[in-house]
Structure formats: C-alpha cells, structure tokens
C-alpha cells in the first residue's frame, strides 16, 4: 500500500473539489458545450469548459514547480475491467443523458440526473 504525503492528497483534493463545482454550477459539460456549438452557434459553455481545464492546468504546474509535484502518471495496462468500467461509465451516462463527467456530478452531489444540456 502507498502513503500519499498530506500535502499531495490536500492538493489533489483541492483540484477535484474546484473541477466538481465547476461542473456542478458552471455548466461544464462536454455533450452540451458541443451541442451549444453546434445548435446555437454560441461558445460559452465551451469556453467556460477550457477555463477550468486551464485552472487545473495551473494548479499542477504550480504544484510541480514549487512543490516537486510529480506529473507523470503510471503505467497501467488496458485490460478487461478497464475496458467494462468504460462500457459500464458510457452506459450510466447514456441512461443520465449526460455526459460522464455531468453523471459524475450527479451522483456526488446526490441528485442523480444532471442533464445540463437540456
């Protein structure tokens, strides 16, 4: 079992916490950014979507060079449970009708349907 140092998994916590706001009350959700873009010709959702991916973005580079934060990520190989936990995230997403990350939310925030797009 690996120990993560308190300030990697503060960190780490801090940046999942942001991103689930974002998505939760920003309207970050891939599926209705490109439906936006598509049906309405407007790029708000999408661009509310690159900002927070630009906050993480910073965040990590902050971590990695003040804090010797290591960015590399392992190496895992695609096997059968990767490949069901996929079909089995797609499905759950489809059934929500919305996308992983907005499904995710969902269940976090104990709603349960987070359909943003609609």
Known sequence: MV?????????????VGIFGFAIVRGGVCTLAAIEEVA??????????????WMWVVGVFLIAHL????????ANYEVGLSTIAGAVLLALGAYINQACP????????SGTGHTSQHR
């Open 39 to 52: 049906l309405n010709n407007s790029w708000t959702r999408l661009r509310a979507f690159a900002e927070t």
């Open 101 to 108: 990350f907005g499904s995710i939310a969902g269940i976090g």
């Open 3 to 15: 120990t993560l140092p308190f300030p990697i998994v503060a960190l780490t916590s801090l940046m």
């Open 66 to 73: 003040g804090f010797g934060f290591d960015l590399k990520s």
